[in-house]
């Protein structure tokens, strides 16, 4: 059984950081682009980043760009978002997903076929 299972989420103010970690089990996605959406209340799921196999590509949603930061090791099949000057518009639940490809990072959900169960962040003004 294929599982993703998401940590580091919670209440931070504005200008603040949190690290999101996500741990892949069930089976290796090392040759597997990972990423990350994010969903609002009242919003659809957005794209917020996403990484290639190798680390060598990596790809983020305009809002985001110069604050976060997408990683990954392989050997612990897990992914990392470091968040930093964080505003509260970034207030969502964060979800760790995988794809099957390996050198496309799409930004639409129906790409990815693995999702986590997701991690609340809270960011107050």
């Known amino acids: 059984q294929v599982q993703l299972v998401e940590s580091g989420g919670g209440l931070v103010q504005a200008g603040g950081s949190l690290r999101l970690s996500c741990a892949a089990s069930?089976?290796?996605?090392?040759?597997?682009?990972l990423g990350w959406f994010r969903q609002a209340p009242g919003k659809d799921r957005e794209f917020v980043s996403g990484?290639?196999?190798?680390?060598?590509?990596?790809n983020y949603v305009d809002s985001v760009k110069g604050r976060f930061t997408i990683s990954r090791d392989n050997a612990k099949n897990t992914v990392f978002l470091q968040m930093n000057s964080l505003k509260p518009e970034d207030s969502a639940v964060y979800y760790c997903?995988?794809?099957?490809?390996?050198?496309?990072?799409?930004?639409?959900?129906?790409?990815?076929?693995?999702w986590g169960q997701g991690t609340q962040v809270t960011v107050s003004s």
């Open positions: 997903v995988a794809s099957d490809s390996t050198l496309y990072i799409g930004v639409r959900p129906r790409e990815y076929g693995y």
């Open positions: 069930g089976r290796t996605f090392s040759r597997n682009i």
């Open positions: 990484i290639t196999w190798t680390g060598g590509s990596t």
